[in-house]
Nanobody, 111 residues
């Protein structure tokens, strides 16, 4: 059993930054890829970024160059640094490890 807890969401103005965290329980965190997804209001959940167990990264085109995914295996925690935020980044952000999902953290980008 793995539990994931996201944090760090909030209200930010366009052009601002936020850093999301995803803390995992258990002892399998370092063995698997960690994924960030988001679900904008009224839309389907979409993939945002992935970091592999070895640290390789991949991003959706919509966030490439603005978001950075990272992980600290010693802390069982992954991060999503989000810069130059846009109103279209408004969503509930979720992390996923294996088949487990967190509860999500809300990000609102608005002036």
């Amino acid at each position: 059993q793995v539990q994931l807890v996201e944090s760090g969401g909030g209200l930010v103005q366009p052009g601002g930054s936020l850093r999301l965290s995803c803390a995992a329980s258990g002892n399998v965190f370092s063995d698997y890829s960690l994924h960030w997804y988001r679900q904008p209001p009224g839309k389907q959940r979409e993939w945002v970024a992935t970091i592999t167990s070895g640290g390789g990264t991949n991003y959706a085109d919509s966030v490439k160059g603005r978001f950075t995914i990272s992980r600290d295996n010693g802390k069982n925690t992954a991060y999503l640094q989000m810069n130059n935020l846009k109103p279209e980044d408004t969503a509930v952000y979720y992390c996923k490890l294996i088949g487990y999902w967190g509860q999500g953290t809300h990000v609102t980008v608005s002036s």
